[in-house]
Structures are given as structure tokens and as C-alpha cells.
């Protein structure tokens, strides 16, 4: 992969975030996956976020991306589950009837740096979920 680059760096971080919803409500479909993933990527420029893959299961969802050194990761990821939780339920109505008093994202999430294995081996790990082997 190529590295990326600023000014006065030479950089290339990339991490793997999973949400899950809260008490793993089956919301997901390829519709409201989709959508999720139009809002990271409007969210994520703000952020000097690169989205490099995405995919979900029923009740979570993954996502690869490449981050420049300034980015603040907590502040993407609060500003993501906040606005993707408002506008989901609002888009796709039929969510409310899954979720448990309107809980959308469950509080905590998993954000893994990609250093530990080949950035290949994430991406076809991420794009084989919620595949039934």
C-alpha cells in the first residue's frame, strides 16, 4: 500500500473499527448497511479519514480506514454513532421495532490498528462477513 504523506511526515496508519448495536439487535441489511456507510464517509472527510473497506453482519458492522496522524479517532467515532443512530432510525422506521427502547449503538466499540497482520488479509476477513460458511 502506498504511504501517505503531509509536510514534514511520511505516514500510513490504518485501523479496523466494529460497532455493534445494542444487545446485538439484527438491524442490518444491505439497505441500511449502505446508508451507514454513506454517513461514515460524509462524516470521515472531516476527520482526514480514507474509507478502504466496509461490510456488515446482521448486528454489527466493519470498517477499515486510513487516518492521517492529526485525526481525532474518539471524535469520529462519537460523532459517527451519534449521527448514523438519529439518521437510521429516521430513514428505515422499521429498525425501532428492533431495537430495545430506541438503543441504537451499543457504548463500546473495537478499533484495532492493522499493524498485526497484512492489510490484504483484514480486507477479505472484512469482506467474507456475514457470509454463512
Known sequence: MKLDNS?????LMCYHLVLVIKYRRNVFDDATSESAKEIFEYIAKNYNITLLEWN???D???ILFKAHPNSELSKLINAYKSASSRLL????????KKLLKEY?????????TTG???????????ESQGEKH
Open 56 to 58: 456488515h453482519d446482521s
Open 7 to 11: 509536510n514534514h511526515s511520511v505516514f
Open 104 to 112: 441504537f449503538g451499543s457504548r463500546s466499540n473495537c478499533l484495532l
Open 116 to 126: 498485526g497482520a497484512p492489510i490484504e488479509v483484514i480486507k477479505k476477513y472484512i
Open 60 to 62: 454489527h458492522i466493519h
Open 89 to 96: 432510525k429516521k430513514e428505515f422506521q422499521s429498525i425501532l
